[in-house]
């Protein structure tokens, strides 16, 4: 097998848990150097520290998954595929029956994702390494979840910086043609075919509640709506009135379906196919809660710089359309930007406004995408709600 030998005095992170090892902490490796190799890991002394996987094509070019073990077997991909899935048992309930199942890093299976959709699971495969395990993860997720259909949507960029090409389509069974899912009560389709990600956007679950809990009678402007997430808690809230507003003429058109299944009003909705930027720059409206969830802004550390500035020109004119006493919900999902740069750039933002403004919670995926503790990577989406004073 691989053995990676780490440079002196590097493990001290693989000690303490992050499954990353990138290029430089690699003093020397032995044996076949192939894409999503297992390997053994090692400190330069010789110390046992674990086993993953190998990938000379990537910046991460080594990712745990076994500590104190030299192999990560089929049983053991299985047993912690079981583990992931019993943590989720008390999220599902009859209000919501689905949501994320495994999360990669956060459940130690670095590169894998799945997601249950009532039931139906859709998974991505981002790494070398997990690609090789493809005929093991789905006989896993079979005989642990019995799921009426497993559909692959790994067409993540991520896979190109892996050096393997997209794969989609049926794994196991047959999905519905129409896929209908309940979160917190209501009623959302979602295509797990060309939808973003695996279609649905389930980390954002607890944060529509808190919106639904906070709009009551309030004018909402929803910023990359896409399938209307935040607009139906908002008009399920009380909401007067939602501008949704994104680039998708086939996101909004999902997102009035979703309006109408839930038998709200649909003329409390007008929705806007337009570049968010835009939209706010040139509407003379000022609304009383603002929802910005943006698509990533940063894929990786050389875009951070850019990001910030997008994410402060958004949070800018958020800041300048708020009504006084009005919300701002604003999310980040970019793991490249971490909490503190994103708190950083938003108060920035809301300074340069001209106006005061209170910050009210700091918000973060729900427990069906956990994080593990030292891998703070894996924290990708952070978010704030802002109240203007005046």
């Known amino acids: 097998m691989l053995i990676v030998h780490l440079k002196r005095n590097r493990e001290k992170c693989v000690r303490g848990g992050n499954p990353w090892i990138f290029s430089g902490s690699i003093d020397r490796i032995s044996g076949t150097q192939a894409a999503g190799e297992s390997c053994i890991v090692r400190t330069y002394q010789g110390e046992l520290l674990g086993c993953g996987y190998y990938n000379p094509r990537s910046a991460i070019t080594v990712r745990m998954l076994r500590w104190g073990e030299e192999t990560f077997s089929d049983d053991a991909l299985s047993t912690a595929i079981r583990r992931a899935i019993a943590q989720r048992q008390s999220l599902l309930t009859p209000a919501t029956d689905s949501c994320r199942l495994v999360n990669s890093e956060g459940d130690f299976l670095p590169g894998l994702i799945v997601d249950d959709y009532a039931g139906g ?20 997720l079979v005989s642990a979840c019995t799921p009426s259909f497993i559909y692959e949507r790994s067409d993540s960029e991520s896979r190109a910086r892996e050096g393997i090409g997209n794969a989609e389509g049926i794994c196991y069974g047959s999905p519905p043609t129409d896929i209908i899912i309940r979160e917190n009560g209501l009623i959302f389709g979602a295509d797990i075919v060309r939808g973003q990600k695996t279609g649905f956007f389930f980390d954002q679950r607890q944060n529509r509640a808190l919106v639904r809990s906070f709009v009551a009678d309030r004018r909402i402007c929803d910023c990359f709506s896409y399938s ?6 908002a008009l399920d809230g009380g909401a007067r009135s939602v501008d949704a507003v994104d680039q998708s003429g086939d996101a909004l058109r999902q997102l009035r379906n979703n309006v109408a299944a839930n038998s709200l009003d649909g003329d409390r909705v007008t929705t806007h196919t337009a570049d968010v930027f835009s939209f706010l720059r040139e509407t ?14 940063a894929r990786h550390p050389g875009e951070i710089e850019r990001a910030c500035r997008g994410y402060k020109d958004i949070n800018l004119l958020a800041c300048k359309k708020t009504a006084p006493g009005g919300l701002i919900f604003t999310f980040s999902c970019s793991h490249a930007v971490d909490a503190r740069l994103f708190r950083q750039v938003v108060f920035a933002a809301a300074a340069d406004s001209g106006r005061r403004f209170q910050l009210l919670h700091s918000l973060s995926a729900g427990p069906d995408h956990p994080v593990n503790l030292a891998h703070r990577e894996g924290e990708y989406l952070k978010g704030l709600v802002l109240r203007a004073e005046g």
Do not use: H, N
């Open 121 to 140: 699971l859709v998974m991505q495969i981002l790494t070398a390494g997990m690609e090789r395990m493809r005929e093991s993860i789905v006989s896993a």
């Open 284 to 297: 003379d409206a000022r609304y009383d809660c603002i929802i910005l969830d943006p698509p990533k802004f």
């Open 228 to 233: 209307g997430g935040f607009t139906v808690s």
